[in-house]
């Protein structure tokens, strides 16, 4: 019995990253270091670069990307790589996420379109996130248009602002929580207890 693949969810990094303030403190001051805006942040060695001022606001995209995939979709975050100074960037797992950088040379609005072009072809379904509009309609020409859910890289990020406050929201309702055994029993139990320990 085959198992059905879930829904691709393909996701424009860099534009989300720019989209809104979600990340923009996560991003360090490009003009101290020597990685193109575009950087992938990875040394030859596939060590991290020191001072990529995106690897922090990455790192963050990605379990952002996890949380909301989360049994619903198979994720993947194109960064554009294009003007990269390293030509090593290979394609990682994060969280479950894969994390891919476009070739030397090649934007990423290409990597997305033949991602979503083949994910088509294979007959699955998929959700683009980016609020670039020329990838969103040219990954939704063709006949399988409808097969594309297109989500702007504004509502993604204030999907997981709404989840950051739910969880927020539970951990307060959980600090406030009985804590001890004795305010977990009911008031008869305890009467019984404080009568046995002759309080």
Known sequence: MSKTRLPLLVVDGYNVLRATPRYAALMDDASSTHVSAGGSGRASGGGIIAGDPFERAREALAADVAA???????????YDGANN???????TQVAGVRIVFSPQGESADSVIERSCAQARRSGRD??????????RSTTTLGPYAASVTKISSA??????????REVARELGERTHARMTVEDRLSPETLAKLNAILGR
Do not use: C, K, W
Not at 68 to 78: H, P
Not at 126 to 135: E, G
Not at 155 to 164: F, I, N, P, Q, R
């Open 68 to 78: 909301f995939a989360q049994g619903s979709y198979e994720a993947t975050i194109v």
């Open 85 to 91: 100074l390293s030509p090593d960037r290979p394609e």
């Open 126 to 135: 998929i959700a683009l996130v980016t609020s670039d509009n020329t990838i």
């Open 155 to 164: 509502l993604l990020v204030h999907e997981m602002e709404a989840t950051d």
